[in-house]
């Protein structure tokens, strides 16, 4: 399920002393509680029903991708509870880019750990200034609160914490840094590389022949399909459990099993609709009539 381009009013509210826009659309399943649970080694799925937040554990504390919507930080902070793991060290804040359905709680989990976040430079002036910016649903106010980058991520960066190795991928279009992540995490029986992909979705109000605040949409969203289709992996994930049919794979209480995820099958058919999508949307908007 994509963030849609639903903004129900320009009116806004106070939040920690700062105005944000009220009535933004957040879908029952954004906010509905899931058991957290663990997928493979020591990557954790922390998130909510269909957000998805991954815990990645390491001896020299942890690193968090994605916070989900506002409030989420009680979550987090519960889940990570369960599974045995200190809240507090969280070392490293990292997102598959910045919409508030993914950094709504950002500012309080780094306020609340002083973890350091990296984002992809693409997307750090729409980080800091909570979603103004945005090329479709901007121009109306922040839609979360701003988080200051502490560093700026490139295409095949590595992040690294207590013998974890995470490269950034750049795979822009849904936002201008939008970003997915590779890395290798082990367990007693084999060692899986894993994507947490950043499914190229487009929104309704995108047009892929180019939008005032970005006017190369197309040619990225063209860029990122055929640079997802040629990653290799043996297991992935997306920020959106729908996007990877999370609740056909694992049911709560379910046993740990990380080929549960293994489905190449499901990516490539995922990026080939979106390929079709996008070959219409770009065939309308150079022909409109």
Do not use: C
């Amino acid at each position: 399920m994509a963030l849609t381009a639903a903004l129900i009013s320009g009116v806004t509210h106070r939040s920690h002393g700062q105005k944000l826009i009220k009535d933004l659309y957040v879908d029952k399943e954004w906010s509905a509680d899931y058991q957290p649970f663990r997928i493979a080694g020591n990557l954790y799925y922390i998130g909510t029903y269909d957000l998805g937040m991954f815990l990645i554990t390491t001896p020299k504390g942890h690193i968090l991708i994605n916070t989900g919507v506002a409030g989420s930080d009680t979550l987090i902070k519960a889940h990570m509870k369960a599974l045995g793991f200190n809240y507090k060290d969280i070392r490293i804040l990292l997102t598959t880019h910045a919409h508030y359905d993914h950094v709504g709680a950002m500012a309080a989990v780094k306020q609340q750990t002083h973890a350091n976040m990296m984002i992809n430079e693409k997307d750090a002036a729409l980080l800091a200034d909570g979603g103004n910016s945005d090329y479709v649903m901007g121009g109306k106010g922040r839609m979360f609160l701003p988080v200051k980058a502490d560093r700026l991520l490139h295409d095949g960066d590595s992040i690294q914490l207590g013998g974890m190795h995470i490269v950034m991928r750049h795979h822009p279009g849904h936002t201008p840094g939008a970003t997915s992540f590779l890395f290798d995490v082990k367990d007693s029986v084999r060692t899986y590389k894993v994507l947490i992909a950043n499914i190229p979705s487009i929104l309704n109000d995108t047009k892929l022949t180019g939008m005032p605040l970005y006017p190369e949409v197309g040619k990225d969203y063209a860029y990122t399909l055929k640079a997802m289709k040629a990653l290799q992996f043996d297991l992935w994930l997306a920020a959106h459990a729908s996007q990877y049919e999370l609740h056909k794979k694992h049911q709560p209480g379910d046993a740990y099993n990380p080929s549960a995820f293994s489905d190449r099958a499901g990516y490539d058919e995922t990026l080939d609709e979106w390929q079709q999508i996008y070959d219409k949307r770009i065939a309308s908007d150079q022909n409109p009539h």
